[in-house]
């Protein structure tokens, strides 16, 4: 069985700074591309940011300076620094893991999900 569970979200005021984490974990042979999506009430989910596991990067134009997304691929871990928080970076913020299971029957096209993380940016 394979899980991706995220953490790290919360309150922050604008200009603020958070912290997401997000592993994979168990039966898995490798991990390719790991991204970090987010989803407001009423809109499409839209990709923050990825990485893949030769550490090339790719970030929305809406963060790109303010968010650094990293990864260590020992522990199947993304992180995503969020800094210069402002109110539209509001949103349940969604982790992606594009795995390579060991048993077939985990196998989910498109990747695996977290079930997400609350980041609420108010004064």
């Known amino acids: 069985q394979v899980q991706v569970v995220e953490s790290g979200g919360g309150l922050v005021q604008p200009g603020g700074s958070l912290r997401l984490s997000c592993t994979a974990s168990?039966?898995?042979?490798?991990?390719?591309?790991m991204a970090w999506y987010r989803q407001t009430s009423g809109k499409e989910r839209e990709l923050v940011a990825a990485?893949?596991?030769?550490?090339?990067?790719n970030y929305a134009d809406s963060v790109k300076g303010r968010f650094a997304i990293s990864r260590d691929n020992d522990k199947h871990t993304v992180y995503l620094q969020m800094n210069s928080l402002k109110p539209e970076d509001t949103a349940v913020y969604y982790c992606?893991?594009?795995?390579?299971?060991?048993?077939?029957?985990?196998?989910?096209?498109?990747?695996?999900w977290g079930q997400g993380t609350q980041v609420t940016v108010s004064s």
């Open positions: 992606n893991a594009d795995l390579v299971p060991r048993l077939a029957r985990d196998y989910v096209h498109g990747g695996h």
């Open positions: 990485v893949t596991s030769g550490g090339i990067t």
């Open positions: 168990g039966n898995i042979f490798s991990v390719n591309t």
